[in-house]
């Protein structure tokens, strides 16, 4: 991502901006993921199609008809897009820009929750962050999201 933004407490929607294109960032790159893998991260059983891991959703070895025999898959590509957010976030926002220009950060647990919907995919981040000045001055910043046109939903249907 670029680099952290110059602060200044009357434009916190810079700050929401610059987390948010990180949410953007990540999030393209987990959606990307499970959707070229079969809806893994990191897949275990698979066969390599162009190039990707593709995970088995069934397996058989009988002419009839292959059923899903990974049950809760839409809750199970959640979780995994989850992760991967959780492990990647941090490689993009850098707050350090912000403590260089003399403010003090604070940074909260950071929590992920993705909702799949069949047309779209939604982020929402909860990263608890507080920015004090040497003034007194704070602004704290918690809820950060991501809305994704993207088909997933129909993929994992």
């Known amino acids: 991502m670029d680099k952290t933004p110059e602060f ?4 916190t929607d810079v700050i929401k901006s610059y987390i948010e294109g990180c949410v953007e960032k990540v999030g393209n790159e987990a959606i990307n993921l499970v959707g070229r893998q079969g809806g893994e991260i990191n897949p275990g059983f698979y066969q390599y199609y162009y190039g990707d891991a593709v995970s088995y959703l069934c397996y058989t070895t009988e002419p009839s008809s292959c059923y899903n025999k ?10 995994e897009i989850n992760s991967y957010i ?32 069949l047309y779209t995919t939604f982020i929402e981040i909860n990263y608890p962050i507080t920015i004090k000045g040497k003034s007194g001055q704070s602004v704290q910043l918690n809820q950060f999201s991501k809305n994704f046109n993207v088909p997933l939903g129909r993929l994992v249907k």
Request: net charge positive; with cysteine.
């Open 70 to 79: 990974k049950p809760f898959l839409l809750q199970f590509v959640e979780k």
């Open 86 to 117: 959780l492990q990647k976030i941090n490689s993009c926002v850098n707050l350090q820009g912000i403590k260089d220009q003399g403010f003090e950060v604070q940074t909260g647990t950071l929590t992920v929750d993705t909702k799949v919907n």
């Open 8 to 11: 200044d407490f009357s434009k």
